[in-house]
Structures are given as structure tokens and as C-alpha cells.
């Protein structure tokens, strides 16, 4: 009775906070994430969602006890929230596709936070949440929803569905440096951020950006069977042609050659390329007796 009454007060919690953006093709309304949408519509998109968004804008951005982790507040018309940043969280830039860190989130800033549906909540005010999967910066423009898009691009509502072109921005939580399509966005949970739709049932609309939430499948062949090892940093880059820039204590060391630069922090298993792409180690970096190690496919 008590694990049921717990569910009950967390669903409670969930629908008091959420606040996703919606269009409804019936009245080709649409409705913003600072405006609430009716008990209806929560109750079902709490049940049967992956992914749950809400947006506000940065109060502050404080560095937690755990290194690496960011504790960050925005305010909303819900009562606000509090969730943590790591390096297993994708901060994107909704303006032009870049990825960010928590030190470019900046108070007043209106952003988009994406994180589990079964994810747990704290009961503060606001409330506390652990470590989100994704925060889109910049998220002051137009509209935005979190959902399930099938295999021609239809919300699992039937509410949306997107038109895809050229000029829409396309980015995964693998921060990877490749050209994502209308194909990749099918049979996927996304954010999608969007402007005016059709009076159509449902409702049609050319997405300005899209952030797919689902975790990319390991390739099949040859590069699935080959495994990482932990090489030393400053032998296997200067043998790749890099130089080898230490910038301090509490700072990444910096790669470079050619153009081309990489950023890596001890301790993590994300290092960020040409200054705003995070990519994603198979193991996070380590100092061991004085020499940092760090895992082999960041120079493959």
C-alpha cells in the first residue's frame, strides 16, 4: 500500500510540474510551454511519454559537490525546477545546432529540460531532480513537444507530424559529427521545436530543430568487435601528430593539430571537439603515477 501511495504522490508531483508545448489540429492552436494544457492531456502524456520536457528560464547555475556536476534553477509558471548537469548530459544550442556546458548557461537564459518520465522527483520546493538527459539553450522561439514519431514522422497522438527539410536541424545525445536525416528521426523519441502547422488533422508543421532522445545502436561488423584500451594522452596524441597543451588544475587539456582541437577533462568519459561537439569515450579518462590515460578510439 505504502510503494502504491508513493507512485500516487510522484504521478501527483509530475502532473503539477509538467509543462509541455502541444498543438491542437482541431483549432490549429498553439500552445506554448509557459501555458497550461488540460488534466487530460497530462494524465496522458505522463502515461504513456518516455521522455517529459518542461521549460523556464535560468535562475542560477552552481557547481556540486561531485566535481563535474552543475545543480541548475530555472523558474516557470509550474513552481520552477531543480536538476543536475553531468557529463552524460547533451546541452545543445536550439539557435545554431552547437553543443554547449553548463558555463554557457547564463541566468535569464529560457531553456528546455528533457528527463526520464520514470525518473524520480524530490519533494522540495522546487522540485529536485537527478541528473537530466538533455537542456536546450535558447529555447525562447516558437514552440516545442516532446514525443514518439513513427515511421511517417506522426506523433504516437496523431496530433503532429513533421515535414522535414533542408533547412531543419537535426542532432542526437552523442554529440556525433554526422549529417542526421528525416530518416533517422523516424520510429524515434524526440524534442522538436516548430513554428505555425496546418488546420489538418493532424496538425503538419516543418520542424526549425529536432534533438532525438534515443541512444544510437552500435554498428554491426568489424567495429562492433573492436574494444578501447586506456593509452597514455600525451605519447599516442603526439604520435598522432597533436600538441599537448596543459591549461591548468581545474581545466581540460587541449589537443591540437591541423585545425582540428580536442578537449579533454580527467575523470570523464566526454571530450569536446573544435570547441562545441560532445563526443562520447567508451571510458572516462584517469591520472594514474603522474600520466593521464585516456581511451584509445578518441584518436581512431
Do not use: C
Not at 515511421?151 to 504516437?156: A, I, R
Amino acid at each position: 500500500m505504502k510503494k502504491n501511495l508513493t507512485k500516487v504522490m510522484a504521478m501527483g508531483m509530475v502532473l503539477t510540474m509538467l509543462g509541455t508545448a502541444t498543438a491542437f489540429a482541431e483549432e490549429a492552436t498553439l500552445i506554448s510551454a509557459a501555458e497550461n494544457t488540460s488534466i487530460e492531456t497530462i494524465m496522458a502524456e505522463a502515461q504513456a511519454a518516455a521522455f517529459i520536457s518542461q521549460s523556464g528560464k535560468v535562475v542560477s547555475v552552481e557547481a556540486s559537490v561531485t566535481e563535474g556536476v552543475s545543480i541548475v534553477e530555472i523558474d516557470n509558471e509550474q513552481g520552477g525546477l531543480r536538476f543536475a548537469v553531468s557529463s552524460n548530459s547533451i546541452i545543445v544550442n536550439r539557435e545554431d545546432g552547437s553543443y554547449l556546458t553548463a558555463a554557457d548557461l547564463t541566468e535569464g537564459m529560457e531553456v528546455a529540460v528533457v528527463y526520464d518520465a520514470n525518473g524520480p522527483m524530490g519533494m522540495s520546493m522546487p522540485p529536485y531532480l537527478g541528473n537530466v538527459t538533455a537542456v536546450v539553450a535558447n529555447a525562447d522561439a516558437g514552440f516545442f513537444t516532446v514525443g514518439h514519431f513513427d515511421e511517417e514522422l506522426t506523433d504516437m497522438k496523431n496530433m503532429l507530424k513533421l515535414n522535414i527539410d533542408e533547412n531543419t536541424m537535426i542532432q542526437n545525445l552523442q554529440g556525433a559529427r554526422i549529417r542526421l536525416t528525416a530518416e533517422d528521426v523516424k520510429n524515434q523519441d524526440a524534442l522538436v521545436f516548430y513554428g505555425a502547422t496546418t488546420r489538418s488533422i493532424p496538425a503538419q508543421t516543418t520542424p526549425s530543430f529536432v534533438l532525438l532522445l534515443t541512444t544510437a545502436e552500435v554498428p554491426t561488423g568489424k567495429a562492433e568487435v573492436e574494444t578501447a584500451e586506456m593509452v597514455p594522452l600525451r605519447e599516442t596524441a603526439e604520435a598522432n601528430g597533436y600538441k599537448v597543451k596543459w591549461q591548468g588544475k581545474n581545466k581540460p587539456i587541449l589537443l591540437e593539430k591541423e585545425g582540428v582541437s580536442l578537449e579533454i577533462t580527467v575523470g570523464s568519459d566526454t571530450y569536446v571537439m573544435d570547441g562545441d561537439m560532445v563526443m562520447q569515450a567508451s571510458m572516462p579518462s584517469e591520472l594514474k603515477n603522474g600520466v593521464t590515460f585516456v581511451s584509445s578510439e578518441i584518436f581512431k
